[in-house]
């Protein structure tokens, strides 16, 4: 069945660090591809989004490309923030939805 | 602010006993998802329904069950409650029975099972 994969974390960097977190799927279909954020005490909520291939979603300096010959997604920031410390879901939608098993990720100053 | 509210938002109960979750999805998504997501196993998707029918069902106990009443407000009834079912338990909504849009998260329910 369809499935998601993403880096293990925890990952920690300094303020104004470049950041990859590494997402790659299984799916027999044409899924659309997610990254949920959920920040400390909170639910998860949408960052991006990219329907098909070659899309790229992109949000708060956020950016992931949809590659459908590499099957990956993989979230970027050129520039990370004490305020982007949370854990990252990343995920796929065809009949259903699937979830990877997050990365915190966490900010020092 | 997703739109879907949770009540209660914290839970504390003994082993043995029974809960229930109440989820209020976004004004127009007719379905809605329940998950649980524990510190060792992630976010487990338990159930999912759509105007008011079971749709999909994924890791969720027998002593788990949930509906969805015609206002389209769900509930998540937990029963035999045991330590391990301790977790955070998210409701989600979207507007179409499967595929293409994203899942809209209310802020969950910590509950603590003592």
């Known amino acids: 069945g369809d499935s998601v994969t993403q880096m293990e974390g925890p990952v920690t960097l300094s303020e104004e660090a470049f950041l990859t977190i590494n997402c790659t799927y299984t799916a027999t279909g044409y899924p659309s591809l997610f990254w949920y954020v959920q920040y400390p005490g909170e639910g998860l909520q949408l960052l991006l989004k990219?329907?098909?291939?070659?899309d790229k979603g992109s949000n708060k300096g956020f950016e992931a490309t949809y590659r459908k010959e590499t099957t990956s997604f993989h979230l970027e920031k050129g520039s990370v923030q004490v305020s982007d410390s949370a854990v990252y879901f990343c995920a796929l939608s065809d009949n259903d939805m699937r979830f990877g098993a997050g990365t915190r990720l966490t900010v020092k100053p | 602010d997703s739109g879907v509210t949770q009540t209660p938002k914290h839970l504390i109960t003994a082993t043995g006993q029974r809960v229930t979750l109440r989820c209020s999805p976004r004004?127009?998504?007719?379905?809605v998802y329940w998950y649980q997501q524990s510190l060792d196993q992630g976010l487990q998707f338990l159930i999912q329904?759509?105007?008011?029918?079971?749709?999909a069902k994924g890791n969720i106990l027998e002593r788990f069950s949930a509906q969805q009443f015609p206002d389209l407000h769900s509930e998540l009834n937990l029963s035999s409650l045991e330590l391990g079912d301790s977790a955070l338990y998210f409701c989600?909504?979207?507007?179409?029975?499967?595929?293409?849009?994203?899942?809209?998260f209310g802020p969950g329910t910590r509950l603590t099972v003592l």
């Open positions: 990219a329907t098909k291939a070659d």
């Open positions: 004004s127009g998504d007719l379905s």
């Open positions: 989600a909504s979207s507007p179409q029975w499967a595929g293409g849009p994203e899942q809209f």
């Open positions: 329904y759509y105007n008011g029918e079971e749709r």
